[in-house]
């Protein structure tokens, strides 16, 4: 048989052009352009009568036009019948594609398939003069049209609740066969798993298996064997089981819904095909101690069913354990332990009603509980929802959940009258008032009054006597009743006064008894004695003169407590004591001074006003001296002072006063030399003489020693 011819290409793929790879089943061949010509006929391919393939290249170059022949009558020669297809490389290294079928026709055995390619148009045939591109030639194995494979379903096997091992026989009929097992509730199946051994191959029967997990308990099954290969498909015969009966499937999952007291238990439940009963467990420990039933139950089917369960009355802030349950004909199912805290939520606090009330006392109730937070107990109460006044709760602080009696004792009410309170919790979660309630103080009579204690002997003008009484029971109010002139100064409608006597007030009765809302107490009486206050007089110089001692002023005798006072201008120098009723005074400085006094007479009653006697203080008189301050010695000076006094008297140093004395002149003849004075006191027209002299500074001048022979002046200015 004559060989197969080739193209011919007049440039070949020198410059990238042709095929750079060639893929068919187990061909894969990467071709590197060493000639226009490759023969890969070494390379070998197997392909069935009647199915279908799929061709891929590359090219080295772009626009790239590829034809693939096979000589299906294996005449050696690629008739025109025998391209299987084409495909244009329109870019290089990229992947092309052709699909074919081989033909019924085709004889089967070893032939050949050639590749060939030209630059912008298709080759000419199979064995064309080309230009640029390149031909490659391999074999392939054309194998006669495949036989179906035989089928068996067999018995399942190691059938659980869930699982299950599906069986079957094959035999390959020489084809490689992939098998499968068809699974479900009918005879549609639905599922599909693969057999452990598949593909099978040759020609001998072979058993295969195959893992179904994921069943429903309990359920019918219907299930076959299925073979595929390129002769065709087998179906096994339909064969069922039924899974075991199973406990349920539980799953607790997160709780919502949660609050200080309730919450919503979460979970799903899979019945496994037996109806089962949910609930769920909760408590403060994995030992839970609660238990409440699910919604819904019972749960049917093998479907997953989200189940809940609503709590209530749960403690506030407080850590739940829970878990759901599930219960059918196999058995009990416990899931998984999860815990949530409920929130923190005030007090709850609830004002009861008042207790133990009197005329001016009652007793507040309430109850509170904490709801697990330290709280803080009180009791607001007033006269209007307004409350005004706060007192602290018996126990003051609470902690834990249970509902606990709180109370409040108040004293010092006003008797007959309705006061407001409630009771007020207060935690870290925020404040809760309780409802406001009223309650009415008792009215009664007043009792009647005990001794009044205070001074029975007081003084006109008398102030701050302080007069009481012991408290007077069930009285809103006192009622006292003073001696014509006394007047209440603190105190009034207390039952303790404080009382001044002005002058004048008068002796009798004092008197006090107890207002009471619904009658007045009898009255308690004391007899006050009013004593006339002291008057004291003083008596004493009505003039005097500065520095002047032995000033007396005198007031009554036989008296005690004598309070004296002096001007800022005297001195005393003696009595002026409290056991004294004389002050003896030197004045100091001139004006008008004045003497007080003020004493307890026998009564023990001081004056109204102290006594106050003033003296005209004059002042002393302030001489001058006029004449000579630098005389000569032995002449005579005249030196003169104010007239119209009395009383003067003149001294000198270092001289004679030789006329005047007792006058307001003088005559002075100075005998020695040097700094002398002169100086003159006096009275006058007040009585007041200057108790310091005053004195004029002189200077002598010596005079001339006079001879026998001397004649004429002897000092100037003599």
């Given at each position: ?5 080739l193209?011919t ?15 068919l ?22 392909l ?12 080295g ?10 000589d ?10 025998e ?18 079928t ?15 390619t ?20 391999f ?35 020489g ?9 479900g ?32 308990p ?21 064969m ?32 496994n ?12 420990t ?18 997953v ?31 998984n ?33 904490a ?17 005004g ?50 309650f ?12 009044i204690?205070?001074?029975t ?22 009622a006292?009743?003073l ?36 009658g ?16 004291p ?7 005097t003169c500065?520095g ?42 001139a ?33 001058t ?10 002449l005579?000076n ?7 006094m009395?009383g ?26 040097g ?9 006058n ?17 010596q ?16």
């Amino acid at each position: 048989m004559a060989q197969y011819c080739l193209p011919t290409y007049a440039t070949g793929c020198t410059y990238g052009d042709g095929l750079t790879l060639f893929q068919l089943g187990t061909i894969n061949q990467s071709i590197t352009c060493t000639a226009s010509y490759h023969d890969f006929t070494a390379s070998s391919t197997n392909l069935t009568i009647g199915n279908g393939y799929t061709i891929t290249v590359q090219s080295g170059y772009s626009s790239t036009y590829v034809n693939v022949y096979i000589d299906y009558n294996h005449n050696n020669t690629f008739d025109g019948t025998e391209l299987i297809g084409q495909v244009i490389c329109t870019a290089s290294a990229t992947n092309y594609t052709i699909n074919f079928t081989v033909p019924g026709t085709a004889l089967s055995g070893s032939t050949r398939i050639r590749a060939l390619t030209e630059w912008l148009g298709y080759p000419t045939g199979p064995c064309g003069a080309e230009s640029y591109g390149n031909c490659e030639d391999f074999s392939v194995n054309l194998l006669g049209a495949a036989t179906p494979p035989t089928v068996n379903t067999t018995a399942a096997t190691a059938i659980t609740a869930t699982t299950a091992t599906l069986n079957g026989t094959v035999n390959a009929n020489g084809s490689s066969t992939t098998v499968t097992f068809q699974y479900g509730l009918t005879v549609a199946y639905g599922s599909t798993i693969t057999a452990a051994q598949s593909p099978v191959t040759g020609a001998t029967l072979t058993s295969v298996t195959g893992a179904a997990a994921g069943l429903s308990p309990n359920t019918l099954y219907h299930y076959r064997c299925v073979g595929v290969n390129a002769g065709g498909t087998t179906n096994g015969g339909d064969m069922t089981f039924t899974t075991l009966t199973a406990a349920p499937t539980m799953v607790t999952s997160a709780a919502t819904a949660i609050t200080g007291t309730t919450a919503t238990f979460n979970g799903t439940a899979n019945a496994n095909n037996n109806s089962t009963t949910v609930s769920f467990d909760f408590g403060p420990t994995i030992a839970y101690g609660s238990g409440i039933a699910g919604i819904p139950s019972p749960v049917t089917g093998s479907s997953v069913t989200p189940i809940t369960g609503p709590v209530t009355g749960l403690l506030p802030n407080t850590l739940y354990h829970f878990r759901c349950n599930g219960i059918n004909v196999v058995g009990p199912t416990y899931g998984n332990d999860m815990t949530f805290t409920t929130l923190q939520i005030p007090p709850t606090v609830t004002t009861t009603a008042a207790t133990g009330v009197t005329a001016t006392t009652a007793t507040m109730n309430g109850t509170v509980n904490a709801n697990n937070l330290s709280t803080n107990v009180f009791f607001d109460y007033g006269l209007t929802v307004a409350y005004g006044s706060t007192v602290a709760g018996v126990p003051p602080t609470l902690t834990g959940t249970t509902l606990t009696n709180v109370s409040a004792n108040l004293t010092g009410l006003t008797t007959n009258t309705t006061y407001h309170f409630r009771v007020r919790g207060v935690s870290s979660a925020g404040t809760t008032n309780g409802s406001d309630m009223t309650f009415t103080t008792v009215c009664n009579t007043a009792g009647s009054a005990g001794a009044i204690t205070g001074a029975t002997q007081v003084c006109n003008g008398g102030t701050g006597y302080v007069y009481s009484v012991p408290a007077i029971a069930n009285a809103n109010s006192y009622a006292w009743t003073l001696p014509f002139g006394a007047i209440v100064t603190a105190g009034a409608n207390t039952n303790s006064i404080t009382v001044n006597y002005p002058n004048p007030s008068f002796s009798g009765n004092m008197a006090v008894y107890g207002i009471g809302c619904s009658g007045n107490g009898s009255p308690s009486f004391l007899v006050v004695n009013v004593n006339a206050a002291a008057t004291p007089t003083l008596t004493g110089p009505s003039s005097t003169c500065v520095g002047s001692t032995g000033n007396v002023y005198t007031t009554q005798a036989g008296n005690t407590n004598y309070v004296w006072s002096v001007s800022a201008g005297g001195v005393v120098t003696a009595g002026g004591g409290a056991a004294n009723n004389t002050v003896t005074v030197t004045w100091t400085t001139a004006g008008s001074q004045c003497v007080t006094v003020n004493y307890n007479n026998a009564a023990g009653c001081t004056g109204v006003s102290p006594a106050t006697y003033c003296t005209t203080v004059n002042p002393s008189p302030v001489p001058t001296i006029a004449g000579n301050n630098s005389p000569c010695t032995a002449l005579t000076n005249v030196y003169t002072t104010q007239t119209g006094m009395t009383g003067y008297s003149w001294t000198c140093t270092g001289g004679s006063i030789t006329a005047g004395q007792g006058t307001s002149s003088v005559t002075v003849v100075w005998n020695t030399s040097g700094a002398q004075t002169v100086c003159v006191t006096y009275t006058n027209a007040n009585g007041c003489s200057n108790s310091v002299p005053v004195y004029d500074s002189v200077t002598v001048i010596q005079g001339p020693t006079l001879n026998n022979n001397d004649t004429g002046l002897i000092c100037v200015r003599s």
